[in-house]
T-cell receptor, first 110, second 115 residues
Framework: GQQVMQIPQYQHVQEGEDFTTYCNSS?????IQWYKQRPGGHPVFLIQ?????EVKKQKRLTFQFGEAKKNSSLHITATQTTDVGTYFC??????????FGGGTRVLVKP | DGGITQSPKYLFRKEGQNVTLSCEQN?????MYWYRQDPGQGLRLIYYSQIVNDFQKGDIAEGYSVSREKKESFPLTVTSAQKNPTAFYLC??????????????FGDGTRLSIL
């Protein structure tokens, strides 16, 4: 079946620094979605990427979809304590389901 | 306000007991999902439903059952056959059956523990 893998599993980052988390699929994806889950909360949809090589920005977050549509990245600049949480990527599977990656847990050191 | 309501927030199960988790949505979405999340892990699909009176097994359906008698409601029963039920259970919905290409909206979740 389809597998979606995320690296790193944990990201400890100093407040104000930048970091990138990566998402890799075993199959080509029609789209990729990113979600954020705050500690103790539920996943919240952030963005969807559809086109090969697509780049989208949300304030300090930059999302990119790979040229082959098998990988994606999330880059956060000037990390803030509000960025704490787990970031999941998800890809469609069998048309009507999503397969979620294991997530990258972001911890911010003040 | 439209959204997904899960209840209860916390639930404790005794040995050999079946428990039912409620999920109600007023978003008029066709598709609904149940996920299980273990501590520090990702989301694993238990069951999903694309339309009333129809549902499909996900990746980890054993020990669980669901029903979809109304569009708004998709309750999950954790049966006594599920030997390790302690987890965070999340219900989600998406507008229609092409839901692999649509964002999912999640409820606040139910934390289930064994007594």
């Amino acid at each position: 079946g389809q597998q979606v893998m995320q690296i790193p599993q944990y990201q400890h980052v100093q407040e104000g620094e930048d970091f990138t988390t990566y998402c890799n699929s075993s199959t080509t994806l029609s789209n990729i979605q990113w979600y954020k889950q705050r500690p103790g909360g539920h996943p919240v949809f952030l963005i969807q990427l559809v086109k090969s090589g697509e780049v989208k920005k949300q304030k300090r977050l930059t999302f990119q979809f790979g040229e082959a549509k098998k990988n994606s990245s999330l880059h956060i600049t000037a990390t803030q304590t509000t960025d704490v949480g787990t970031y999941f990527c998800a890809g469609p599977w069998a048309g009507n389901k999503l397969t979620f990656g294991g997530g990258t847990r972001v911890l911010v050191k003040p | 306000d439209g959204g997904i309501t899960q209840s209860p927030k916390y639930l404790f199960r005794k040995e050999g007991q079946n428990v039912t988790l409620s999920c109600e949505q007023n978003l008029n979405h066709d598709a609904m999902y149940w996920y299980r999340q273990d501590p520090g892990q990702g989301l694993r699909l238990i069951y999903y439903s694309q339309i009333v009176n129809d549902f499909q097994k996900g990746d980890i359906a054993e020990g669980y059952s669901v029903s979809r008698e109304k569009k708004e409601s998709f309750p999950l029963t954790v049966t006594s056959a599920q030997k390790n039920p302690t987890a965070f259970y999340l219900c989600a919905s998406s507008p229609n059956t092409n839901s692999g290409n649509q964002p999912q909206h999640f409820g606040d979740g139910t934390r289930l523990s064994i007594l």
